[in-house]
């Protein structure tokens, strides 16, 4: 703007001639290339239509016969063997609720010892037990060395510890 006239705004295509000339070229690649295809062969091969559908609508009602036929996964890894496994839901499991059970009937139905609650964290389980109170204190010693060994013949995994609820009150 140094003599007070506007400077007259020109295309881009007519500052740079050479530039007609690189698009021009650069056009004619293009429809070459794409002309030089193999008819014949497309490129999808194996398309599937319920593929494409399931893509385009995702699982609803227009795709219930594709999910019938999903296929069923076998795992070949480290499979959980133990006795609390879920590979069945309908099979009956051991859980702590069974253990606490067994110790409860045991205490009461193979000694003279009222069983009281039945705690057990890891592998430990800690057992109330209320004696009779006409019982001797050497007889209710053996006795509880008896019990102690039969809980440990009958659920070895865990380490039992008695408690005497007698002592207590």
Known sequence: MVS??????TPLMQEVPD???????????VVLLTGCNDQETPQAQNVNIDQITYGLLGPGPANYHGIQKLPTYRSQGEENTTG?????????????????LTIHEIVENDSPFKA?????????????????????????????SALRQELTQKIPRYQVHLRDNSKSS
Do not use: Y
């Open 116 to 144: 009281g609650m039945v705690i057990i964290a890891g592998s430990h389980a800690w057992v109330n037990i209320t004696p009779p109170s006409d019982m001797e204190p050497n007889e209710k010693k053996k006795k509880l």
């Open 84 to 100: 609390t496994s879920f590979r069945k839901m309908n099979a009956n499991r051991q859980d702590l609720g069974d253990d606490q």
């Open 4 to 9: 007070g006239h506007p400077k007259k705004a």
């Open 19 to 29: 530039m007609k000339v690189w698009v021009s070229c650069l056009l004619t690649g």
